[in-house]
């Protein structure tokens, strides 16, 4: 079976330190990952996704970016946090089909303090 | 533009009653229709996905339909318990990769 994994769960960071999230994925091949932030009481923003290793599409101009260095692993940065950057943060990934499934991690919460 | 819209936002209702859950889309050609489940600080947890060319899914109490023409989709929770108490989220499937959520809505099951 195919499952997500999401870290750290939890991280407070100043203002202007960097930023690494990550995920990965098991149990399947050449997944679609994608990046989305939840703020508190807003529907979901879709940050990234990638359809393969090195293949980044950036859905909203901001002070993230994302890297895909191998096929299952997705990370998300930042070289300087803002306070605009805190908010939940969800991967989730599909298979490469065009009516796939969305399958999600458990989140990783982010205060910029 | 592609529009995902939930209404109502909250909604709190006694335990054993039945309800139905609304989501709305402004362009009818999408591929697939998700729901989800979000407990509070954790992920989504996905109840069911109705392809494009399906009219309803089913998966014990709930039951999801779709209505492609009218741009509606619906989860219905039968005999609703306190543990179905979660906010709700629809996704629409458009373009590949590109899937369209509602706000939700927060279901309170009153025991």
């Known amino acids: 079976s195919q499952t997500i994994h999401q870290w750290p769960a939890t991280l407070v960071q100043p203002v202007g330190s960097p930023l690494s999230l990550e995920c990965t994925v098991e149990g399947t091949s050449n997944p679609n990952l994608y990046w989305y932030r939840q703020a508190a009481g807003r529907g979901l923003q879709l940050l990234f996704y990638s359809v393969g290793i090195g293949q980044i599409s950036s859905e909203v101009p901001q002070n993230l970016s994302a890297s895909r260095p191998q096929d299952r692993q997705f990370i998300l940065s930042s070289k300087k946090l803002l306070l605009s950057d805190s908010g939940f943060y969800l991967c989730?990934?599909?298979?490469?089909?065009?009516?796939?499934?969305?399958?999600f991690g458990e989140g990783s919460r982010l205060t910029v303090l | 533009k592609q529009e995902v819209t939930q209404i109502p936002a909250a909604l709190s209702v006694p335990e054993g009653e039945n309800l139905v859950l609304n989501c709305s889309f402004t362009d009818s050609a999408i591929y697939n229709l998700q729901w989800f489940r979000q407990d509070p600080g954790k992920g989504l947890t996905s109840l069911l996905l109705i392809q494009s060319s399906q009219r309803e899914q089913t998966s014990g109490r709930l039951n999801a339909s779709l209505d492609k023409s009218s741009g509606r989709s619906t989860l219905y929770i039968a005999a609703s318990q306190p543990g179905d108490s979660a906010t709700y989220l629809c996704a629409a499937l458009y373009n590949f990769n590109k899937f369209y959520f509602g706000s939700g809505t927060k279901l309170n099951v009153k025991p």
């Open positions: 989730a990934w599909t298979r490469p089909l065009k009516t796939g499934e969305l399958f």
